[in-house]
């Protein structure tokens, strides 16, 4: 069973926009939330993470969001720019953060100049 | 310093042969984890190696095996390989398996016939 859901295959967003790709989780016991960003032939890169004590954190243009009764997160960029197209991974864990991650299925997300 | 390095890059295999697929950490990166990415399923957690040790171990048959040696270097093997073995196979180091400082390598691709 998908213990983590990105419900989303594909987001196309203006350049300038807010981009908002959504994230939801089953599994009460997830604890730490990370989102992950995946060009093309590399590996993901982390990019942002949110422990279940806040429901906000902020990076620069990237923000995620955690409602924990709704179990669900988001990842706002404001605003897109082009470099941002890539696919989107959000990823859980337990004891925040030492237990193995698992990932959504991603979204692709395509910023439009 | 020197990123995270799989190799091969990309390999082609027949049915029920086997594979060992090679991931060199980051230097002084004591943990190693090993993610199986296929189309609509997102990333799936293998199993993870910190200090030569495999510490957790995710949801896959017997086939799927994995050693770390004693500079961290880590190997991956499938052996009796299927169809559905035909994924991109992504390790990622860090110094103590904390998931926010886990760094990807660009994976290997195998393709099974």
């Known amino acids: 069973d998908q213990q983590v859901k990105q419900n989303s295959p594909s987001l196309s967003v203006q350049e300038g926009r807010i981009s908002i790709l959504n994230c939801d989780y089953t599994n009460s016991m997830f604890d730490y939330f990370l989102w992950y960003k995946k060009y093309p032939a590399e590996g993901p890169t982390f990019l942002i993470s949110i422990s279940s004590i806040k429901d906000k954190n902020e990076d620069g243009r990237f923000t995620v969001f955690l409602n924990k009764s709704a179990k669900h997160l988001s990842l706002h960029i404001v605003p897109s720019q082009p470099g941002d197209s890539a696919v989107y991974f959000c990823?859980?864990?337990?004891?925040?953060?030492?237990?193995?991650?698992?990932f959504g299925t991603g979204t692709r997300l395509t910023i439009i100049p | 310093k020197a990123g995270v390095t799989q190799t091969p890059r990309y390999l082609i295999k027949t049915r029920g042969q086997q594979v060992t697929l090679s991931c060199s950490p980051i230097s002084g990166h004591r943990s190693v984890s090993w993610y199986q990415q296929t189309p609509g399923q997102g990333l799936q957690f293998l199993f993870e190696?910190?200090?030569?040790?495999?510490?957790n171990k995710g949801n896959f048959p017997g086939r799927f095996s994995g050693r770390q040696f004693s500079n961290s270097r880590s190997e991956m093997n499938v052996s009796t390989l299927e169809l559905g073995d035909s994924a991109l196979y992504l390790c990622?180091?860090?110094?103590?398996?904390?998931?926010?400082?886990?760094?990807f390598g660009q994976g290997t691709r195998l393709t099974v016939v």
């Open positions: 990823a859980a864990s337990g004891s925040f953060g030492n237990e193995k991650l698992t």
């Open positions: 990622a180091s860090s110094l103590d398996g904390r998931n926010t400082e886990a760094f």
């Open positions: 190696y910190f200090s030569e040790t495999q510490r």
